[in-house]
């Protein structure tokens, strides 16, 4: 009699430690099927003092669920197959700085969640894909001024884009002014070319140039009642400044610029403001 009853107390002791491990492992399924993917998207455009640049990329990190453990994070360069992991972080660390990447690269990221139990570890889905460039975050370049024709008001200029800048795309301007100290007057892109030789007019959508890259531009100004004739400025000393939507630096996500050239110093700028 008390050998079966240890039998039978044994068999109660095992069912209900039965029950408990089935039930920590339905729980962890719940946790794993109701585990949501989280969003990963760029953190660099100025905000918080954070700038990407050559040397350093900024995610932010953010996910909906309330119960889990942290992230982890993945990355490739662009064109490539393989993802690595970068890191895996607190569910508390919500920005994450990429202090590993090469200058003038292109990185894409993707992250997932996870909840880490006594018995296992679950994984949420993958995040989206976010794409970010590690280039200048404000665009350099080298102006110069090749020409003047008073007669049709017309200037010829080049433009090379910097080593490690990124794409800029030149529209057909509306906005933009030439200056020479306190004289201005309307200016207007109207044609470019690529080798100095076929010229052709700007289209809608711009014309990108990349890194490294040279672009020639003609531009005509167009005098009114308030500004000055162009025979009064002296373009060697003077800036062209644009219209902040007739330039596009693709170095900093959701920034708009303001692209100024100096024919003085031979210099121009593609300066990004997030607000």
Same mark, same amino acid.
Do not use: R, W
């Given at each position: 009699m008390r050998i079966r009853k240890f039998v039978l107390g044994l068999?109660? +002791? %095992? %069912? &209900?430690? =039965?029950?408990? +491990?089935a039930s920590q492992g339905m729980s962890e399924a719940v946790m794993a099927k109701g585990l949501k993917a989280p969003l990963v998207s760029d953190a660099g455009y100025g905000e918080n003092g954070f700038k990407n640049s050559t040397k350093k990329l900024y995610l932010e990190l953010s996910s909906t669920n309330k119960k889990f453990t942290g992230y982890k994070i993945y990355k490739r360069v662009k064109g490539t197959k393989k993802w690595k992991l970068a890191a895996t972080v607190n569910k508390k660390k919500n920005f994450y700085t990429d202090k590993k990447v090469k200058a003038g690269k292109?990185?894409?990221?993707? #992250? !997932?969640? &996870?909840?880490?139990s006594k018995k296992k570890v679950v994984y949420s889905k993958y995040s989206n894909i976010e794409k970010i460039s590690a280039v200048n975050y404000d665009g350099k370049?080298?102006?110069k001024l090749l020409g003047t024709d008073v007669e049709k008001k017309e200037i010829t200029l080049s433009v090379t884009s910097h080593k490690y800048n990124g794409n800029t795309i030149f529209k057909k301007t509306e906005e933009s +002014?030439? !200056?020479?100290?306190?004289?201005?007057?309307?200016f207007t892109f109207t044609q470019y070319s690529l080798d100095q030789k076929t010229w052709k007019d700007i289209p809608e959508k711009g014309i990108k140039v990349k890194a490294g890259?040279?672009?020639? /531009?003609? =531009? #005509? +100004?167009?005098?009114?009642?308030?500004? #000055?004739? &162009?025979?009064?400025?002296?373009?060697?000393?003077?800036? /062209? #400044? &644009?219209g902040d939507t007739e330039i596009k630096y693709e170095g900093c996500t959701g920034c708009h610029n303001d692209f100024s050239i100096n024919f003085e110093n031979g210099t121009g700028w593609a300066v990004s403001d997030w607000d």
């Open positions: 068999c109660a +002791v %095992m %069912m &209900f430690s =039965g029950a408990i +491990v292109t990185y894409q990221y993707k #992250v !997932k969640c &996870f909840y880490k370049y080298t102006a +002014v030439i !200056k020479e100290n306190k004289k201005e007057a309307p890259k040279t672009i020639y /531009l003609k =531009g #005509v +100004v167009t005098e009114n009642e308030k500004s #000055v004739k &162009f025979a009064e400025i002296d373009a060697k000393k003077a800036h /062209l #400044v &644009f």
